[in-house]
């Protein structure tokens, strides 16, 4: 049964892909070329200078590894913008019930996400302080779906893996959450989410 619980960020607790959307976007335009919401698909989940990367092809463009340093910088100015705006009428539906809920059963609450800003948007969302742990960005060196993010999360719940269960929206993380050895509850499409234990189409689904 379940001990902990270690959650994505985006698509999982807060919608931030429209954000990140607006700021490649806008990148891309000053690059010169388009880039639409369905690019951006492939970016879900994916690091930050790996999105750089896809994007650039997807436009054809060449750039050495200082221009690209700059380019994601300039993209992350962008985003910060963005989420500084952030409230917590943003939170997707039934997010703070659930995690409530798994506080009052004492089931450990981790972050297990790829954004190097996730401190600061779980700060806007006003939900920092339900959180036992935050594994971010900043902490991991493999991207899922290496299982390295959410080794990390139960390590820092000190709990074992097989205790654990990830909440994931996309294919790479319930990937990474089964090669860690914990449950996996996926998020969204059954059609893309196959691997998890269970799917759902959001938090909303597991509090009533
Ligand atoms: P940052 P997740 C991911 O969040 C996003 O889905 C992905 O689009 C983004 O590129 C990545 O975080 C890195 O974000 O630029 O803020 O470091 O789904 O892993 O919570
Ligand atoms: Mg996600």
């Known amino acids: 049964h379940m001990k902990g619980s270690i959650f994505d960020l985006d698509g999982v607790i807060v919608d931030t892909a429209k954000y990140h959307f607006l700021a490649w976007r806008e990148l891309a335009k000053e690059l010169g070329f388009e880039f639409t919401e369905e690019h951006n698909e492939r970016l879900k989940g994916v690091s930050r200078m790996e999105s750089l990367r896809i994007l650039l092809e997807i436009g054809g463009v060449q750039a050495t590894e ?4 700059c380019m994601a910088q300039e993209k992350n100015d962008r985003y910060v913008k963005y989420i500084s705006q952030l409230d917590e009428s943003e939170l997707l539906p039934g997010v703070r019930t659930y995690l409530t809920g798994l506080r009052m059963r004492g ?11 996730a401190e600061f948007i779980l700060e806007r969302l006003q939900i920092a302080s339900l959180f036992d742990a935050v594994i971010d960005g900043n902490k991991v060196s493999k991207a899922k779906p290496d299982p390295e993010v959410f080794l990390k999360g139960c390590e820092a719940l000190r709990l074992d893996p097989s205790h654990c269960v990830v909440f994931e929206d996309a294919a790479a993380g319930v990937q990474a959450g089964k090669a860690a050895g914990c449950g996996v509850v996926g998020i969204g499409r059954p059609e893309i989410l196959s691997e998890a234990d269970l799917v759902v189409s959001g938090l909303i689904d597991l509090v009533k």
């Open 107 to 117: 089931i450990g609450i981790a972050l297990g996400s790829a954004s190097k800003n």
């Open 66 to 69: 200082a221009e690209q340093q």
